[in-house]
């Protein structure tokens, strides 16, 4: 195994004498024989060096810092150097009178742990280990999420596939939800994880109708009661189709839920307001208005004016009313929001 394949500790501080006795401290220890422990002594050196570490893809699981260095303090420099190594955890060696500065890097979520100095030997030696270990884990676990997610977008594209050789429309209205359901999300201020889930989860919520007969879905008519009750169950079939511990909660909700009510009288399990989860409420939105402004076999397209109307009139009682209040404002300040939403540029 080449050095650059091996794990990095970055120790920083302006004593030589302390970076020595980091450095020997750790080597002495059989859980960091095989660990490359690199040295800095300064803020500004140690960012070259991470710099490098990005170059070469060098992965680094602990930085450690003393606080009072000249030209630049520890925290001033963790600051730094969360931004470039955001999974590297950071330990910051300081003194009593320093713990203003801890309590910044710990508002800011920057801090593993902090150390007193004079160190105790052993202390310095669990902490860092167990840092180590923190830090792998969290790479096993993004691992294992990135895996998912790649399982999930071939999934979606299998399914949107399967909905264009079934029916070139509901191809296309997956899509779409997508994208407004996107911008719903983002509209509402939630945080970028949630509204990239959303996004690739969203196109699965009529999974469920591959279990439904195609007569009925494609039946340019009123259903009768026993057709809708049919319907209806594509919720369940959905459910159970990507019912995998390995399926992220938000795809099961959205599948499940998204045909809920704010007042209770959706299905399948007449769930009401915010009971019913939130990316179930942001797709019901997204689902009714792209039915209303595209043709369905059983209807022709409601103008936006007429669909917007429609959906006002439900505030509060199919939607959620301050989901809607978003996506109104939202899609009234957009150009043409019906070709905005079908174009498949973005």
């Not at 310095?124 to 830090?135: K, N």
Request: proline share 3%; net charge negative.
């Amino acid at each position: 195994m080449s050095n650059r394949q091996k794990l990095h500790i970055l120790c920083v501080d302006d004593e030589a004498i302390i970076l020595q006795s980091l450095k020997q401290e750790l080597h002495a220890n059989p859980f960091f024989q095989d660990i490359i422990i690199d040295i800095a002594d300064s803020g500004i050196q140690a960012i070259e060096i991470i710099n490098e570490y990005i170059a070469d893809n060098t992965p680094v699981p602990v930085i450690v810092s003393d606080q009072r260095m000249p030209f630049m303090n520890g925290d001033t420099f963790l600051s730094l150097a969360h931004e470039k190594l955001p999974d590297t955890f950071k330990i910051l060696l300081t003194g009593y009178s320093d713990i203003e500065a801890v309590v910044k890097l710990v508002n800011n979520e920057i801090l593993y742990r902090y150390l007193s100095k004079p160190w105790d030997r052993n202390d310095l030696a669990l902490t860092l280990r167990e840092a180590c270990r923190a830090w792998q884990l969290k790479r096993l676990i993004k691992a294992q999420q990135v895996r998912i997610e790649n399982l999930t977008l071939a999934m979606v594209s299998a399914l949107e596939s399967a909905n264009f050789y079934f029916d070139e429309e509901t191809g296309n209205h997956v899509k779409r939800i997508s994208r407004i359901s996107e911008f719903i999300a983002q509209r509402a201020g939630l945080d970028d994880q949630f509204i990239k889930l959303v996004k690739i989860y969203a196109p699965l919520h009529d999974i469920g109708k591959v279990g439904v007969q195609k007569d009925i879905l494609l039946k340019p008519a009123k259903l009768t009661p026993a057709e809708f009750e049919q319907v209806k169950n594509h919720v369940k079939i959905g459910y159970h189709i990507i019912n995998s511990n390995e399926i992220d909660t938000i795809a099961k909700n959205i599948v499940l839920y998204h045909h809920e009510k704010w007042i209770g009288s959706g299905y399948s399990e007449g769930l009401s307001g915010e009971n019913i989860p939130l990316e179930a409420r942001i797709v019901a939105i997204a689902d009714v208005f792209d039915a209303l402004v595209n043709e369905r076999v059983y209807k022709e397209a409601f103008s936006f004016e007429k669909a917007i109307d429609i959906m006002q009139k439900e505030r509060g009682i199919s939607f959620d009313p301050n989901l809607l209040d978003i996506f109104m404002e939202g899609v009234l300040s957009l150009e043409n929001p019906v070709a905005y939403f079908s174009d498949n540029t973005k």
